[in-house]
Protein backbone atom coordinates (compact mmCIF):
# COMPACT_ATOMS: atom_id res chain seq x y z
CA UNK A 1 0.00 0.00 0.00
CA UNK A 2 1.41 3.89 -0.58
CA UNK A 3 2.65 5.53 2.01
CA UNK A 4 0.41 8.38 0.84
CA UNK A 5 -2.79 8.00 -0.73
CA UNK A 6 -5.00 10.36 -2.64
CA UNK A 7 -8.78 9.70 -3.41
CA UNK A 8 -10.15 10.31 -5.90
CA UNK A 9 -7.81 9.20 -8.42
CA UNK A 10 -9.74 11.35 -10.92
CA UNK A 11 -12.93 13.34 -11.30
CA UNK A 12 -14.85 15.32 -13.65
CA UNK A 13 -17.11 18.09 -11.67
CA UNK A 14 -19.67 20.82 -12.71
CA UNK A 15 -18.33 24.33 -12.56
CA UNK A 16 -20.20 25.55 -9.33
CA UNK A 17 -20.54 22.28 -7.42
CA UNK A 18 -18.15 21.58 -4.11
CA UNK A 19 -15.84 19.28 -4.17
CA UNK A 20 -13.03 17.55 -1.60
CA UNK A 21 -9.86 15.69 -2.67
CA UNK A 22 -9.10 13.45 0.51
CA UNK A 23 -5.39 12.54 1.56
CA UNK A 24 -4.59 10.22 4.00
CA UNK A 25 -0.65 8.99 5.26
CA UNK A 26 0.62 6.11 7.03
CA UNK A 27 3.85 7.64 7.50
CA UNK A 28 3.58 8.95 10.71
CA UNK A 29 4.85 12.62 9.28
CA UNK A 30 3.21 15.54 10.87
CA UNK A 31 3.63 18.18 7.97
CA UNK A 32 1.31 18.20 5.04
CA UNK A 33 0.48 20.32 2.12
CA UNK A 34 -1.66 20.46 -0.76
CA UNK A 35 0.05 21.31 -4.15
CA UNK A 36 -1.38 21.90 -7.83
CA UNK A 37 0.47 21.15 -10.95
CA UNK A 38 -0.48 22.71 -14.35
CA UNK A 39 1.97 21.97 -17.15
CA UNK A 40 4.56 24.54 -17.50
CA UNK A 41 3.91 25.93 -14.33
CA UNK A 42 5.54 22.99 -12.19
CA UNK A 43 4.06 22.59 -8.42
CA UNK A 44 2.29 25.09 -6.23
CA UNK A 45 1.38 25.56 -2.89
CA UNK A 46 -2.21 25.65 -1.91
CA UNK A 47 -2.25 25.04 1.80
CA UNK A 48 -0.14 23.13 4.43
CA UNK A 49 -0.67 21.81 7.99
CA UNK A 50 2.10 21.76 10.89
CA UNK A 51 -0.21 19.79 12.72
CA UNK A 52 -4.34 19.23 13.31
CA UNK A 53 -4.64 22.96 15.11
CA UNK A 54 -2.17 24.48 12.05
CA UNK A 55 -3.39 25.36 9.19
CA UNK A 56 -1.14 27.71 6.62
CA UNK A 57 -2.05 29.35 3.23
CA UNK A 58 0.52 28.90 0.02
CA UNK A 59 0.95 30.74 -3.07
CA UNK A 60 -2.52 30.05 -4.42
CA UNK A 61 -5.04 29.89 -1.76
CA UNK A 62 -7.72 31.41 -3.33
CA UNK A 63 -10.99 29.48 -3.75
CA UNK A 64 -9.26 26.68 -1.70
CA UNK A 65 -10.01 25.39 2.03
CA UNK A 66 -8.07 22.56 3.87
CA UNK A 67 -9.31 20.45 7.13
CA UNK A 68 -7.08 18.62 8.88
CA UNK A 69 -9.07 16.23 10.53
CA UNK A 70 -6.08 14.00 12.10
CA UNK A 71 -2.48 13.65 11.70
CA UNK A 72 -3.14 11.20 9.09
CA UNK A 73 -5.82 12.99 7.26
CA UNK A 74 -5.69 16.09 4.83
CA UNK A 75 -8.46 17.15 2.68
CA UNK A 76 -8.90 20.04 0.36
CA UNK A 77 -12.11 21.26 -0.85
CA UNK A 78 -13.34 23.68 -3.60
CA UNK A 79 -16.47 25.48 -2.50
CA UNK A 80 -17.46 26.69 -5.77
CA UNK A 81 -15.58 24.81 -8.48
CA UNK A 82 -14.40 26.58 -11.71
CA UNK A 83 -12.65 25.76 -14.96
CA UNK A 84 -9.30 27.25 -14.36
CA UNK A 85 -9.12 24.88 -11.35
CA UNK A 86 -8.97 22.10 -13.74
CA UNK A 87 -5.74 20.62 -12.64
CA UNK A 88 -3.57 17.60 -11.18
CA UNK A 89 -3.45 17.84 -7.64
CA UNK A 90 -0.74 16.46 -5.02
CA UNK A 91 -0.92 15.99 -1.30
CA UNK A 92 2.45 15.42 0.17
CA UNK A 93 4.05 14.81 3.65
CA UNK A 94 7.62 15.46 5.28
CA UNK A 95 8.43 14.90 8.99
CA UNK A 96 9.36 17.95 10.96
CA UNK A 97 13.10 16.63 12.24
CA UNK A 98 16.01 17.85 10.36
CA UNK A 99 16.64 20.73 7.87
CA UNK A 100 16.59 18.50 4.56
CA UNK A 101 12.66 18.73 3.92
CA UNK A 102 12.28 15.46 1.73
CA UNK A 103 8.69 14.82 1.11
CA UNK A 104 6.61 12.32 -0.23
CA UNK A 105 4.17 12.40 -2.68
CA UNK A 106 0.68 10.79 -3.69
CA UNK A 107 -0.20 9.59 -6.88
CA UNK A 108 -2.05 12.79 -7.65
CA UNK A 109 -5.84 13.67 -7.57
CA UNK A 110 -6.91 14.88 -11.56
CA UNK A 111 -9.40 17.11 -11.53
CA UNK A 112 -11.34 18.34 -14.76
CA UNK A 113 -13.91 21.01 -13.91
CA UNK A 114 -16.41 21.43 -17.10
CA UNK B 1 9.55 37.36 -3.83
CA UNK B 2 11.00 33.47 -3.51
CA UNK B 3 11.93 31.74 -7.16
CA UNK B 4 13.62 29.26 -8.90
CA UNK B 5 14.83 29.50 -12.35
CA UNK B 6 15.11 26.36 -14.57
CA UNK B 7 15.19 25.70 -18.13
CA UNK B 8 11.84 24.15 -19.90
CA UNK B 9 13.22 21.36 -22.01
CA UNK B 10 16.61 19.37 -22.47
CA UNK B 11 17.47 16.73 -24.64
CA UNK B 12 20.05 14.19 -25.07
CA UNK B 13 20.61 10.45 -25.97
CA UNK B 14 21.67 7.58 -24.48
CA UNK B 15 24.87 7.11 -23.11
CA UNK B 16 25.42 10.75 -22.54
CA UNK B 17 25.48 13.66 -20.19
CA UNK B 18 23.46 16.21 -19.17
CA UNK B 19 23.51 18.88 -16.62
CA UNK B 20 20.43 20.87 -15.49
CA UNK B 21 20.62 24.30 -14.09
CA UNK B 22 18.81 26.34 -11.46
CA UNK B 23 18.95 30.27 -9.77
CA UNK B 24 16.87 30.54 -7.44
CA UNK B 25 16.18 33.72 -4.98
CA UNK B 26 14.99 33.59 -1.26
CA UNK B 27 14.69 35.31 1.36
CA UNK B 28 16.27 32.60 3.48
CA UNK B 29 18.12 29.54 2.45
CA UNK B 30 17.77 26.19 3.97
CA UNK B 31 19.37 23.99 0.99
CA UNK B 32 18.20 23.36 -2.65
CA UNK B 33 16.15 20.12 -3.36
CA UNK B 34 15.66 18.06 -6.79
CA UNK B 35 12.65 15.75 -7.34
CA UNK B 36 12.19 13.66 -10.00
CA UNK B 37 8.70 13.42 -12.03
CA UNK B 38 7.48 10.60 -14.68
CA UNK B 39 4.71 11.75 -17.26
CA UNK B 40 1.73 12.07 -14.41
CA UNK B 41 3.54 10.77 -11.78
CA UNK B 42 4.60 11.52 -8.58
CA UNK B 43 7.29 13.63 -8.09
CA UNK B 44 10.03 12.07 -6.24
CA UNK B 45 13.16 12.53 -3.89
CA UNK B 46 16.45 12.52 -5.97
CA UNK B 47 18.88 14.61 -3.74
CA UNK B 48 19.34 17.67 -1.36
CA UNK B 49 22.32 20.05 -0.87
CA UNK B 50 22.52 22.02 2.19
CA UNK B 51 26.35 22.96 1.59
CA UNK B 52 28.51 23.92 -1.50
CA UNK B 53 30.06 21.44 -3.47
CA UNK B 54 28.71 18.06 -5.24
CA UNK B 55 26.57 14.97 -3.31
CA UNK B 56 26.89 11.93 -5.87
CA UNK B 57 24.41 9.53 -5.95
CA UNK B 58 24.42 6.78 -8.33
CA UNK B 59 24.53 8.34 -11.76
CA UNK B 60 22.94 11.32 -10.48
CA UNK B 61 25.01 14.27 -8.91
CA UNK B 62 23.77 17.54 -7.40
CA UNK B 63 25.74 20.58 -6.61
CA UNK B 64 25.36 24.07 -5.25
CA UNK B 65 27.28 27.18 -4.83
CA UNK B 66 25.21 29.34 -1.95
CA UNK B 67 27.43 32.30 -3.33
CA UNK B 68 25.96 32.25 -6.84
CA UNK B 69 22.66 31.29 -5.90
CA UNK B 70 22.99 28.26 -7.73
CA UNK B 71 22.75 24.45 -7.98
CA UNK B 72 22.72 21.80 -10.86
CA UNK B 73 21.71 18.24 -11.35
CA UNK B 74 24.29 16.00 -12.96
CA UNK B 75 23.14 13.07 -15.01
CA UNK B 76 25.19 10.44 -16.56
CA UNK B 77 25.33 7.61 -18.54
CA UNK B 78 22.09 8.49 -20.13
CA UNK B 79 18.98 5.68 -20.14
CA UNK B 80 15.77 6.36 -21.64
CA UNK B 81 13.94 5.90 -18.61
CA UNK B 82 16.01 9.03 -17.57
CA UNK B 83 13.21 10.73 -19.61
CA UNK B 84 10.71 12.78 -17.32
CA UNK B 85 10.40 16.03 -15.36
CA UNK B 86 13.24 17.68 -13.01
CA UNK B 87 12.34 20.43 -10.19
CA UNK B 88 14.20 22.03 -8.28
CA UNK B 89 12.80 23.38 -4.93
CA UNK B 90 13.84 24.90 -2.03
CA UNK B 91 12.07 25.92 1.62
CA UNK B 92 9.63 29.47 1.25
CA UNK B 93 10.70 32.04 3.47
CA UNK B 94 9.53 30.70 6.74
CA UNK B 95 11.37 28.06 6.03
CA UNK B 96 8.17 25.70 6.50
CA UNK B 97 7.22 24.26 2.96
CA UNK B 98 9.53 23.62 -0.56
CA UNK B 99 8.42 25.64 -3.37
CA UNK B 100 9.54 24.32 -6.95
CA UNK B 101 10.66 25.45 -9.72
CA UNK B 102 8.79 25.38 -12.89
CA UNK B 103 10.42 21.97 -13.99
CA UNK B 104 12.60 21.03 -16.66
CA UNK B 105 11.58 18.04 -19.13
CA UNK B 106 14.45 15.72 -19.85
CA UNK B 107 14.03 13.76 -23.24
CA UNK B 108 16.25 10.83 -23.72
CA UNK B 109 16.71 9.61 -27.17
CA UNK B 110 18.36 6.58 -28.52
Known amino acids: DADVTQTPRNRITKTGKRIMLECSQT?????MYWYRQDPGLGLRLIYY???????NKGEISDGYSVSRQAQAKFSLSLESAIPNQTALYFC?????????????FGQGTRLTVV | GQSLEQPSEVTAVEGAIVQINCTYQ??????LSWYQQHDGGAPTFLSY????GLEETGRFSSFLSRSDSYGYLLLQELQMKDSASYFC???????????FGKGTTLSVSS
Open chain 1, 92 to 104: ATSDKQGTNTEAF
Open chain 1, 27 to 31: KGHDR
Open chain 1, 49 to 55: SFDVKDI
Open chain 2, 26 to 31: TSGFYG
Open chain 2, 49 to 52: NALD
Open chain 2, 89 to 99: AARNQAGTALI
